[in-house]
């Protein structure tokens, strides 16, 4: 097997860059085991010489503090990688080095990528690679990532330590004169009664209880119970003393004792400031805009409207595309397939499924397209910096603003690439409230339903109308989110101590491989599950069919209807079938009659289904809001994807399936229609924007969650949640006589 | 003088004296290179007044104002 490679350093430091260059197309994302972080693979190849290559996630430490540090450990414990590859910014060497000190302090053999030398040069910072290395004792090679330079000499020295395997000695830094002698005993024990020193280094263990490391001591606690609880008496009284002499805490103490020794070894020459080091850059002058007080809220207003703009409006044409590619399709197969079931699955069932699935994924693509630009630039964690201060307030992050946008935060986008955002949020709370309300945006396929009802019942107030759902959306989706992060999801904030790394022009390179990672892993796995679920939910709106008794009736209608016309009317009308016929008034007035028994068999097919008895059946309940079986239905459909709501009404209504772009027609009857009131409208209208996301969302909620339980509660929650609205507003509505016809 | 880092004013420097937290936010504030030593140099702060914007070692950071009220900074 290829010599593993694991690729570490801080975020911004330039460490997808350097992946990408090594593996280029040779790389493959998934996950590691049971969480979601992202975990990327990829070989590089020279001279026939193969590396295995693992980018391990962006962190700034390797205390547990968070997933990506947890999972970053573990890779680097139970695989242990033949070397570590640690890239540093050269321009920032001071604070990258800290998590360097850490890989020494474990003693994992490392060697360091000096990257962006041309940055600090310009910023007339100079460093000593060879000094360091010799300070350290593990090469150090410089790089420029974004150029590629450096790459071949990087990898010698990588593949030199690969190659001859020597034990390391793990650096010892003094932490001083209070924890050392602590730190000796406890290691002394701890290689006393082998105290997990077959995976972990003992003085690291004892490190790991002075820093009160979550996972190592649950892993200890359950190793050795007695032994660890002794070493945590002993952290205990060392913690006792440095709060009492010091007014501090062992980790605080270990951690100031690693700068220090960092900074002593920058001072042996290895680091030269040309200037003044917090003077300002380019990009400072850039923030001195960007992120004023006043032109910055509007550049960002501007810079969001052009995302989402650029991802709506360039997708329309592809998504054209693909949706008359699948008409195009689903016609020509009917045409060939004997009518039937077989067909009837395959047309509705499979590539209407698949269909809609696809036809979302020029949207994916624009969109991560445009947020990888945003990101790469730099751009994202100002607008994180701006906003948070806002949705601190409903338990949320900055980063957040990104996903609500996307998903119809200004109406008309979509919750899939909404939740698939979050990816872009740091903090897991934060991130699980944010992709759980994000649905409650107005998302392009509810606008046609809410398009169908302003239309028949508020057509004068359209425009005040559709502003109100979307400050309706955001004021649910803000206060839901608030009440999970004080209930289900409850919990300190995370910090939101980060950087804001300086402007970088993005390389296509990485944004192409950012897009298109993305985007692949949505047509993979959502799409086998979702071809699943739409077999699923044709066979509810198809099974069990009529009895014959009910068909051969309608048939009965149709010969009725026939015979009775003349003979010559009816061969025109067959005539029509195989080619386009001017129809006389009679014919046509037949073809009408037939049609419309046509509608009514569907009709009571739909009814007589099982979704429709389902629809049947929960008339009990939601009569409150005042929805009969026909609603329940296209309700029922509609978690298929919302824009089916109006289909399925249509259908229901006897109108045949309707087309959501023009549903003349079905917003005519419904304005007839005694049992509809402007009342059940709005009624309507606030449980669609509530209830539960459509399944790819839902699905997409499970897999960025990390578990089928969060997806079932967004279709159980919104769900209940969007009745229990639906329900006030109707009953008080009714009681008060607002809005009654 | 010591001043707690919320209470400093935009472009004001000064040399971090303390940071009393430990936990998570301790381990992230130090994480980042804030520790007691570190000079440091309001940048500014986001249109809403937080968070606030540090220049540390040639790198900006930010935090909000409940998280900087951990820190205490000496300035002249």
Redesign the interface.
């Known amino acids: 097997m290829a010599p593993t490679i694991a690729l570490a350093g801080n975020p911004n430091s330039g460490k997808t860059t350097l992946f990408n260059e090594l593996t280029g197309s040779h790389q493959h994302v998934g996950n590691y085991p049971g969480v979601t972080v992202e975990k990327k693979e990829g070989t590089y190849v020279r001279d026939g010489f193969r590396l295995h290559i693992v980018d391990l996630p962006g962190t700034y430490s390797l205390t547990a503090y968070s997933l990506e540090e947890v999972v970053a450990r573990d890779f680097l414990v139970n695989q242990k990688p033949e070397v570590v590859i640690n890239i540093v910014d050269a321009s920032n060497l001071e604070r990258n080095l800290y998590l360097a000190i850490q890989f020494l302090e474990m003693g994992i053999p490392i060697c360091i990528a000096l990257n962006m030398i041309d940055v600090a040069k310009k910023r007339g910072i100079k460093v000593n690679a060879q000094k360091l290395s010799s300070l350290l004792g593990i090469p150090v090679t410089p790089t420029i990532a974004r150029l590629g330079k450096g790459k071949k000499e990087l990898m010698d020295s990588a593949s030199q330590i690969a190659r001859e395997p020597n034990q390391l000695i793990p650096l010892k830094i003094s932490y001083g004169a209070d924890i050392d002698p602590v730190l000796s005993e406890m290691e002394k024990e701890i290689l006393d009664s082998d105290f997990l020193t077959d995976t972990y280094q003992a003085r690291w263990i004892a490190l790991k209880y002075l820093e009160s490391d979550e996972q190592i001591i649950s892993k200890g606690q359950e190793a050795n119970p007695d032994l660890s609880n002794r070493l945590k008496e002993m952290v205990r009284k060392v913690s006792q003393h440095l709060l009492n002499t010091l007014d501090t805490y062992p980790e605080a103490m270990i951690a100031d004792q690693r700068y220090g020794y960092i900074k002593s070894i920058l001072k042996q020459g290895v680091i030269h400031h040309k200037y003044d080091r917090n003077r300002l850059y380019s990009s400072d002058r850039i923030d001195k805009v960007l992120t004023n007080r006043f032109i910055g809220p509007l550049i960002m207003l501007a810079v969001i409207a052009g995302l989402y703009d650029f991802t709506f409006s360039y997708s329309k044409v592809p998504v054209g595309w693909l949706e008359r590619f699948f008409g195009w399709l689903g016609s020509t197969l009917s045409a060939v397939l004997p009518a039937g079931m077989v067909k009837s699955l395959i047309v509705s069932g499979i590539i209407d499924g698949v269909g809609g699935v696809l036809g979302f994924v020029p949207l994916i693509m624009l969109m991560f397209f445009g947020i990888a630009i945003l990101e790469d630039s730099g751009y994202l964690a100002r607008v994180a910096f701006m906003l948070d201060r806002i949705f601190r307030i409903f338990g949320l992050h900055g980063s957040s603003v990104m996903a609500f946008i996307v998903s119809g935060g200004i109406a008309g986008g979509c919750a899939v690439p909404g939740v698939m955002a979050t990816r872009t949020l740091k903090s897991p709370r934060e991130r699980l409230a944010t992709l759980l309300t994000v649905p409650f945006m107005n998302c392009g396929a509810k606008l046609p339903v809410f398009a169908l009802l302003i239309a028949t019942f508020f057509a004068k107030y359209e425009a005040v109308i559709m502003f109100l759902i979307t400050l309706g959306a955001w004021a649910g989706a803000l206060l839901v989110a608030k009440l999970l992060r004080v209930t289900v999801i409850k919990g300190e904030a995370t910090p939101f101590v980060m950087e804001l790394p300086p402007y970088r022009m993005p390389t296509f390179k990485g944004l192409a491989i950012h897009t298109w990672e993305r985007t692949w892993q949505y047509i993979k796995k959502a799409g086998t599950v979702i071809l699943g679920l739409s077999v699923v939910l044709w066979a509810m709106m198809t099974f069990p069919g009529l009895p014959d008794s009910k068909i051969q009736e309608f048939e009965k209608q149709r010969q009725e209807q026939i015979s009775r016309a003349p003979q010559a009317v009816v061969q025109q009308l067959q005539a029509a079938d195989h080619a386009e016929v001017q129809l006389s008034s009679e014919a046509g007035k037949l073809r009408a009659n037939l049609q419309q028994i046509d509608a009514a068999e569907a009709e009571a097919g739909l009814r007589y289904s099982i979704a429709g008895r389902i629809g049947g059946a929960l008339e009990g309940v939601s009569k409150w809001a005042g929805f009969d079986w026909k609603t329940n239905i296209a309700l029922v459909g509609g978690f298929a994807a919302k824009e089916v709501v109006v289909s399925t009404l249509g259908t229901a209504y006897s109108l045949g399936a309707v087309d959501p772009e023009e549903s003349g027609s079905l917003s005519e009857t419904l304005a007839r229609d005694p049992g509809w009131s402007p009342l059940l409208a709005v009624g309507l209208i606030v449980f669609t924007m509530f209830y539960s996301p459509c399944f790819v969302s839902v699905i997409c909620i499970s897999r960025e969650s990390g578990s089928w339980k969060w997806g079932a509660f967004a279709m159980v929650f919104n769900t209940v949640l969007a009745f229990v609205l639906a329900v006030l507003i109707f009953q008080i509505g009714s009681a008060f006589g607002i809005l009654v016809k | 003088m010591r001043i707690n880092l919320r209470n400093m004013h935009d472009n004001q ?1 000064g040399t971090i004296a ?3 937290v ?1 936990g ?10 804030l ?5 440091i ?1 309001i ?2 702060r ?6 606030v ?1 540090l ?10 104002n409940n ?1 900087a009220d951990y820190i205490e900074v000496e300035v002249e």
């Not at chain 2, 998570?24 to 290179?33: N, P, V």
């Not at chain 2, 520790?35 to 000079?39: A, I, K």
């Open positions: 420097e303390s940071i009393k430990a998570e936010l301790g381990r992230r504030i130090r994480d980042m290179g520790v007691p030593g570190t000079e140099r940048q500014g986001a249109p809403l007044y937080d968070p914007a220049r540390v070692m040639g790198a900006t950071l930010t935090l909000r998280e």
